[in-house]
């Protein structure tokens, strides 16, 4: 019988970070095990402490995560003194005693907090839990304890540029991997932007505003990628802060249109125009680039709408834009915008507006010269080009094209993936009692 305990929050911490759900956690345990032992029931267990992992489910979830035992709170910590509690906040702590001075790292207020608590052996795990949270960088949300950077201020002017360096790489993980292999070093990187700003002023403060805008944009194009529209939200939300104090309109713009997009996600054409609208009202104070990709996302959003005028003239002048920035050499987000892309987002749009035939032909040449590092955006492609081929009534090669689209998404995780295949379903309905799309429909349904 394994023993209850407290709430494991740097398990589910780690969950949320990568944006799993408990259930990914089971089916990665499950496909390390070639069986189907754990489920989100036990993962939840878990994580809400009414479970303790035995330590053969410990080193799978350590394997699962790519982290310790101890970075995932699944072993017991030694038991420090409260000294040695506050070095532990510091990321000071490395076991063995320490001197009661050390009490001085932490606000007073926190201090009278903490031995308040220390006092009652059921709240020392938790305790100790929390701290150990804060120090790894992986404090539970909300959390009011402010801790010390792990990284010194003085070197804050390092940091961005060093996160700047490491930007195209991760963007280029997401291309070719997914959202999930990505989450966890962008959650990390935020966490030190996001420690250093409230101690620094100034050039500098701005200079990392500008570099946390962009990855916290990221952080929500990833969450909305896998399926946690919360999270999304949250962060469009610190980066248009961001960009805002730091006096970026290209991320201001670029936020806009993360923001239209999410609404396009949710059908809300109105606002998805509005936002995409609102991207432009810089003007040519924005890159061709930075024009083309608010542009691509109007005519998305008139698409919703059924206003094929307006969206065919948005996409003409986006790709216009798209082919001028490549000739410029423009920087800064928005690098995936070219003009083979908008093309691809003209195909999207054709069955929006219900013309799959024009659909078909601009997806076939558009996967065809798609180059193999963007993997993930190829499946969701694949399930469009699927959809567009079963509502032009060519269901064989629509199965074709489905199955070749959901071993990306099951590949990727990807959402944006399963969402179209969702669409697929429906498209291929009339058409279930055949076997070949009987057996799609069925594991489509279970993706």
Known sequence: MEEARRPNELLR???VLRGWSQQRVADHINQLLGTARADRELVYRWEVGKRTPSPFYRERLCQVFAMTAEELGLVELTGPGLADAARTVAGEWRGGTADASVDSLLPESVNAFVREL?????NRRAILQVLGALAAGTAVERASLQRTPVVPVAHASEVADHLTRAFP???TADWLLGPHQVLGAVGGHLDIVQQLLPNIVGAKRVRLLQVGARYAEFASWLNQDSGNARAATHWADRAMEWAQEAGNPFM???VLV???DQAAATRDAPRSIGLAQSALQYGRRLTSRGRAVALQQVAVGHALAGNEFA????LDSAAQLAERSQHEGDQGPGRYCTPAYVEIQRAATWIELGRPEHAISLFEDSLARLPSVHRRDRGVYLARLAAAYALSGSPDISVRKGWEALAVA???GSRRITTELGQLRIRLAPWGSTP???QLLKELQAA
Do not use: F, M, N
Not at 118 to 122: L, R, S
């Open 169 to 171: 790489e991760l963007s």
């Open 410 to 412: 099951q590949a990727t």
């Open 311 to 314: 969206c065919q003239r948005a």
């Open 258 to 260: 993360r923001k239209s």
């Open 436 to 438: 070949q799309v009987g």
């Open 252 to 254: 201001v713009s670029y």
């Open 118 to 122: 220390w006092g009652d052996q059921v």
């Open 13 to 15: 911490r780690a969950r």
